[in-house]
């Protein structure tokens, strides 16, 4: 089995800035990607970010470009996600995941999660 443990969630006042983390307990494809994808109270999963690991090609989903971003750590299966200039709206469970490097943003794509990381923005 692959695990994947987020990190860095809590509560934020609107303005303010949270660093999540996430580690892989290994790799699983030859070229891959590392995504965060997260989920409001009653909404649907929505893409956020995601980076691969050989070009570090990125992209965000457009609601948070220019204010989120996406890095490799420094140990292959690593990935962090810097947030600034939060939002109410931002506020869900936040989700790492790995899959091949084509996962791109479609979360049925990434066949490893974890278990996700509470991010509330209080306005």
């Known amino acids: 089995q692959v695990q994947l443990v987020e990190s860095g969630g809590g509560l934020v006042q609107a303005g303010g800035s949270l660093r999540l983390s996430c580690a892989a307990s290994?790799?699983?494809?030859?070229?891959?990607?590392l995504g965060w994808f997260r989920q409001a109270p009653g909404k649907e999963r929505e893409f956020v970010a995601f980076i691969t690991w050989s070009a570090g090609y990125t992209n965000y989903a457009d609601s948070v470009k220019g204010r989120f971003t996406i890095s490799r750590g420094n140990a292959e299966n690593t990935v962090y996600l810097q947030m600034s200039s939060l939002k109410p709206e931002d506020t869900a469970v936040y989700y790492c995941?790995?899959?091949?490097?084509?996962?791109?943003?479609?979360?049925?794509?990434?066949?490893?999660w974890g278990q996700g990381t509470q991010v509330t923005v209080s306005s």
């Open positions: 290994r790799r699983t494809f030859s070229d891959y990607a």
């Open positions: 995941a790995t899959g091949s490097s084509y996962a791109s943003k479609v979360g049925s794509n990434y066949p490893y």
